[in-house]
Structures are given as structure tokens and as C-alpha cells.
């Protein structure tokens, strides 16, 4: 019987990641976290998630869903913008 394995990441401040069209900041300026750039925890999540390789995740701090936000649209560009799956999309 095949395994279904899930994951449970908390990432904090994950929505300081998106502008208002719910767009990954890819920069140099602050996350809000001591001297991490936008840009390095960005990576640094990807980089996680791929090492978890999951076949779900829960994204605990995820963005907002809202009428001025959609997190489903955020986490769906964070994902495009990261070749962090082994493929098994």
C-alpha cells in the first residue's frame, strides 16, 4: 500500500513575502526577521520544502484569503517560482 506523506511547516511572516497582486518580493530589502532579506527566505523556503518532499503540505503563518488577498493565488506563485518538487506534481 503506498504512503501518503504530509508536512507541517510554519513559515513565519509568509505573507510580508507578496505584494498587493499576490506576487513573490523577490528583493534584497527586509523580511522582518533579523537580517534576512525577502529574497534569502524565499529561497530558504524553497529549499526546505524541497528537502521535505512531501505529498502535502500544510503552510502554517500562510497568507491571508481575503477580499484584497488570495492565498491560494500566493502559494500557487510561490511554487511556480521554485523548482522545489521532485516532479511528483
Known sequence: MPSLRIAC???AWFARLFDRQGRLIDDGRSALLPEVTRHRQAEAIAAMLGRIDADCYAIVEAPNEGSRQSCAAELE????GFPFSSGRR
Open 77 to 80: 506563485n510561490f511554487a511556480h
Open 9 to 11: 511547516y510554519n513559515v
